[in-house]
């Protein structure tokens, strides 16, 4: 569903040109759910965008489906960002059927389906609330019901739950879980967190210090269903975290040793 081929992005900067990725390739097949891991700066950020089409590709090719990206955003792609991207002066169920409005949903369809959607995401008597009366965990719970909605068939990620604390983080991952598991979109997830790649994921990619690369790919064969929390104690899951580290401990040493000398 999602490839990437020999994918670079330069930015032109006043200190000279800046290459936040070279050469990165990797693919994502339909209906997987694959985590990029790396440090700060390597990039992660960027993949994500150039693969929604909001930021152009030095050199490269991104193909979505059987469809290359070029200009614009794909149709079937969905977006979730670090901080809340809802609309303050519209109630949760306005925001949620939001993107059903503006693909010409009639209205009373638009507001059935926004009302399922907040029940599906736990949040039913809520729909009237708007985003300020809504802790963290329930404006993202929102946001994560304003993007499922219309059914996209790719679902970006970036660090969606990084700002929440442990307790609402897990409940999150797990409601994502079982969401995923009746969409079956193909997701990709960006994540500083290792263990919350491991146990969300059936693939981590892990990138180098910038500009980032493909350094290795480790496939996650635990089983499923999963509960994020309980998947920690597992045996399996500590060799994961142990054979994955090594790498990436590397890159994230590298990375500090850099901006230490800046």
């Not at 519209?90 to 209205?107: F, S």
């Not at 963290?136 to 739950?161: C, H, Q, S, W």
Request: neutral net charge; proline residues 7%.
């Amino acid at each position: 569903m999602i490839t990437v081929e020999r994918v670079t992005r330069t930015f032109e900067t006043p200190a000279g040109d800046f290459t936040a990725v070279r050469d990165v390739s990797f693919s994502v097949a339909p209906g997987r759910f694959v985590s990029l891991v790396g440090p700060s700066g390597c990039g992660k950020t960027t993949l994500l965008g150039m693969i929604a089409g909001l930021v152009p590709l030095s050199e490269g090719r991104i193909v979505l489906g059987d469809r290359p990206v070029g200009n614009g955003v794909p149709p079937d792609i969905g977006y979730l960002f670090q901080r809340d991207a809802l609309l303050p002066w519209k109630t949760a169920r306005e925001n949620v059927a939001l993107p059903l409005a503006i693909r010409g949903t009639p209205p009373a369809e638009a507001r059935a389906r926004a009302t399922e959607w907040m029940r599906r995401v736990g949040l039913s008597g809520f729909e009237g609330y708007y985003p300020h009366q809504l802790s963290g965990g329930m404006r993202k719970r929102v946001n994560l019901a304003t993007t499922l909605i219309y059914g996209p068939a790719v679902l970006l990620m970036d660090e969606p739950f990084s700002a929440l604390d442990v307790q609402t983080r897990n409940l999150m991952e797990n409601e994502l879980l079982d969401l995923w598991a009746e969409t079956r979109n193909t997701v990709l997830f960006v994540t500083h967190d290792l263990e919350e790649a491991i146990a969300l994921s059936d693939e981590v990619v892990v990138l180098t210090a910038g500009p980032g690369r493909v350094k290795a790919s480790y496939p996650i064969p635990l089983a499923r269903p999963r509960n994020v929390v309980e998947i920690r104690f597992r045996e399996g899951f500590a060799r994961l975290y142990e054979q994955i580290w090594k790498d990436l401990r590397d890159e994230v040493q590298q990375s500090y040793a850099r901006a230490t000398r800046i």
